[in-house]
């Protein structure tokens, strides 16, 4: 049995980069899906489709590098896990490399990007960083 997805999910892309991959697959969940839109709208992934199967589902993950073929992730870290709950006020935000990298945090509002939630005034669980 799997205790954390999201971890799970950024370790998958993380490897999948080192190995220089251009798609890697991982079983869906809503949560999972919100953090990959973010992902895609803060320009860090190239797409993400879901396909149905027998279970729960599966999303597609295409990965996108630059020029010189290295990956545009140059960092991915989960934060808040199940054995260590993270939470931050709206006031208390983190930014990511001085506002390089994103936050991608679970609100009230829906799971948003650090520099939505600044919008918004709201706080929540850190998710991950992303640079």
Same mark, same amino acid.
């Given at each position: 049995?799997?205790?954390?997805?999201?971890?799970?999910?950024?370790?998958?892309?993380?490897?999948?980069?080192?190995?220089?991959?251009?798609? @890697? *697959?991982? #079983?869906?969940?809503?949560?999972?899906?919100?953090?990959?839109? !973010?992902? &895609?709208?803060? =320009?860090?992934?190239?797409?993400?489709?879901?396909?149905?199967?027998?279970?729960?589902?599966?999303?597609?993950?295409?990965?996108?590098?630059?020029?010189?073929?290295?990956?545009?992730?140059?960092?991915?870290?989960? @934060? *808040?896990? #199940?054995?260590?709950?993270?939470?931050?006020?709206?006031?208390? !935000?983190? &930014?990511?490399? =001085?506002?390089?990298?994103?936050?991608?945090?679970?609100?009230?509002?829906?799971?948003?990007?650090?520099?939505?939630?600044?919008?918004?005034?709201?706080?929540?669980?850190?998710?991950?960083?992303?640079?």
């Amino acid at each position: 049995m799997m205790t954390d997805p999201i971890a799970d999910l950024l370790s998958r892309i993380r490897n999948a980069q080192t190995a220089r991959h251009d798609i @890697v *697959s991982a #079983p869906a969940s809503n949560m999972k899906k919100a953090v990959l839109a !973010i992902l &895609k709208q803060e =320009g860090f992934i190239e797409d993400f489709n879901f396909k149905a199967n027998e279970h729960q589902g599966e999303l597609n993950i295409t990965l996108k590098y630059d020029k010189s073929g290295d990956p545009i992730i140059l960092g991915i870290k989960r @934060v *808040s896990r #199940p054995g260590r709950r993270r939470y931050v006020g709206r006031k208390d !935000i983190p &930014k990511v490399l =001085g506002g390089l990298g994103v936050a991608v945090l679970s609100t009230s509002r829906g799971v948003i990007s650090d520099r939505d939630a600044r919008k918004l005034g709201v706080g929540g669980e850190v998710v991950a960083y992303v640079w």
